[in-house]
């Protein structure tokens, strides 16, 4: 099974972190896209020192979703998991965050064996206790990988309005989903179709639009 959910800056980011990873998701934040760069460089590290399983159980919130190539409540289906001997190796590459900085998503590239594909990842925080926790995790495998950029590309939301966001109705025989930022300033919206195919488009507010900064497309697995 794939990754699922699966440069310099990024190295001083991790190795600035001393102690167990968890300690970057417990952090007090500000609305600051070096953190979730930091969240998501800290799970890739849990699951090389843990197990991949048990990294995706350890920050999954409570309702986070994965696509197995069907919708499912994260936390339950990785329950019966258990961990591969080789872990997934996965890199950011690109940040998005929220204006107010409760919410961001990463995307980037993953490695196993010969294998390599794509992953994105939305994250939320706890504004309270800063904790990160990932809501949505997917990716799939590429026939080219994804070359590593020589920085991490990060963006934040124009802050000082509040956009309407439109309610997008879902296709006959379509599973979707839309979920927002709590200053609805970033929304993800995940569709998965009849044969199991799926879409998850990120979109950040600029002052003006809902603009789409990934777009992630998924093909029907094939049959056997």
């Not at 925080?125 to 949505?136: A, E, Q, S, V």
């Not at 997008?168 to 300033?185: F, H, I, K, M, N």
């Amino acid at each position: 099974m794939h990754r699922l959910l699966v440069p310099a800056l990024a190295l001083s980011l991790l190795m600035g972190c001393a102690g167990d990873p968890g300690d970057i998701r417990n952090r007090p934040l500000g609305p600051n896209p070096s953190a979730f760069i930091a969240a998501e460089i800290g799970f890739a590290r849990l699951a090389q020192e843990k197990g991949q399983w048990t990294a995706f159980r350890e920050t999954a919130a409570p309702e986070a979703v994965m696509f197995v190539p069907q919708r499912v409540q994260a936390r339950d289906w990785l329950k019966s998991q258990k961990d591969p001997a080789e872990a997934v190796k996965w890199q950011p590459h690109a940040v998005y965050v929220s204006c107010d900085g409760n919410a961001g998503a990463t995307t980037g590239a993953w490695q196993k064996g010969a294998e390599a594909g794509f992953f994105t990842t939305v994250w939320l925080r706890d504004p309270r206790k800063g904790k990160l926790t990932w809501i949505l995790d997917h990716g799939d495998a590429l026939a080219t990988p994804r070359e590593a950029p020589e920085f991490i590309a990060s963006k934040q939301a124009v802050c000082g309005s509040r956009p309407a966001v439109p309610i997008e109705a879902g296709g006959e025989g379509e599973d979707r989903a839309v979920g927002l930022s709590p200053d609805q300033t970033l929304s993800w919206t995940s569709t998965v179709r009849g044969d199991k195919s799926r879409r998850v488009t990120i979109r950040l507010w600029d002052g003006k639009d809902m603009a789409t900064v990934i777009d992630d497309r998924v093909a029907a697995p094939k049959q056997p």
